[in-house]
């Protein structure tokens, strides 16, 4: 339960970084709520998945998920660079990612 603790706090997390974008483009109290409540539930999911798991292993995996997640909305949503090697350095992330959970 813990692994899924943190994926859905990484994915609160992509959504506290996005709405960030959001106020900069457009100020909305929508988009300013939505933040506030992103990152709170990011840090509860967190705090749930780190009853279990290492703070070493929760934390970079959660960063992990957020910067990762943060770099492909950006992408998709806000027509950031779609470059090779962003995207190469985006796998990376997730590789390793990956390569965690599998060692913890």
């Known amino acids: 339960m813990a692994w899924f ?10 959504t506290g970084v996005t709405m960030i974008n959001k106020l900069h483009t457009e100020k909305s109290k929508t988009a300013f709520v939505l933040m506030i409540a992103g990152f709170g539930l990011s ?10 798991l290492s703070m070493g292993t929760a934390y970079a995996v959660w960063t992990g998920i957020g910067a990762a997640g ?5 992408i998709f949503w806000y027509g950031e ?7 190469s350095c985006i796998a990376l992330i997730v590789s390793a990612v990956i390569g965690l959970k599998l060692i913890s």
């Open 5 to 14: 603790y943190l994926i859905i706090a990484g994915f609160f997390e992509m």
């Open 43 to 52: 840090f509860i999911f967190l705090s749930l998945a780190m009853e279990t």
């Open 70 to 74: 943060g770099a492909l909305a950006g």
């Open 81 to 87: 660079s779609k470059s090779l090697f962003r995207i």
